[in-house]
């Protein structure tokens, strides 16, 4: 079956422009994790769904970061006024049921200049 | 002292031969343990799964688990060049639903 999908795959933008990334989540899961992943380390948490309720965003780093899942399917991750430091790489993860195993998308590749 | 840590390597061994990963974890509560695989320019892959003391197989694989000592393991035997990638440890704490990950260790395996 369709696993998780993320668009776009790579953005470049300007440092002060907004983004916004998508992701597919697979069909009836209901956890939805954001992670961050600088080079060289490890995914790093932002935050988390349950359905449509966002019930962890203890790791968006600051408030320019916003995401939502207005339905409990697709969910969008969005940074405003970007700056140098969210280049990274962008994951989505997801699993059937909380606690279960989660399994992610390609992430999107962000390059800020 | 992260959370989660890992040997960064590189770690290099010759095809054949056993590849030994190493985590160790700080929170005493945590529940769950993860190996995942993650290629260059390529997403996390689960390799294997564990929640009780002791070892696990899966093929070439073998996690191993020591709660008391907050240490978890993996092991490949008869190691491949295409088992060359970063592994990723992972931590489900009882806190939280949300993975904790160290830094990776890379595995390079020499044909």
């Known amino acids: 079956g369709a696993g998780v999908s993320q668009s776009p795959r790579y953005k470049v933008a300007k440092r002060g422009q907004d983004v916004a990334l998508r992701c597919d989540p697979i069909?009836?899961?209901?956890?939805l994790f954001w992670y961050q992943q600088a080079l060289g380390q490890g995914p790093e948490f932002l935050t988390y769904f349950q359905n449509e309720a966002q019930l962890d965003k203890s790791g968006l780093p600051s408030d320019r970061f916003f995401a939502e899942r207005p339905e409990g399917s697709v969910s969008t991750l969005k940074i405003q006024r970007t700056q140098q430091e969210d280049s990274a790489v962008y994951l989505c993860?997801?699993?059937?049921?909380?606690?279960?195993?989660?399994?992610f998308g390609p992430g999107t590749r962000l390059l800020v200049l | 002292q992260k959370e989660v840590e890992q040997n960064s390597g590189p770690l290099s061994v010759p095809e054949g031969a056993i590849a030994s990963l190493n985590c160790t974890y700080s929170?005493?509560?945590?529940?769950?343990f993860f190996w995942y695989r993650q290629y260059s320019g390529k997403s996390p892959e689960l390799i294997m799964s564990i929640y009780s003391n002791g070892d696990k197989e899966d093929g070439r694989f073998t996690a191993q688990l020591n709660k008391a000592s907050q240490y978890v393991s993996l092991l490949i035997r008869d190691s491949q060049p295409s088992d060359s990638a970063t592994y990723l440890c992972a931590v489900n704490r009882e806190t939280a639903r949300q993975l904790t990950f160290g830094s990776g260790t890379q595995l390079t395996v020499l044909p």
């Open positions: 993860a997801s699993s059937l049921l909380p606690r279960e195993t989660q399994y």
């Open positions: 929170d005493r509560v945590s529940q769950s």
């Open positions: 069909s009836g899961h209901v956890s």
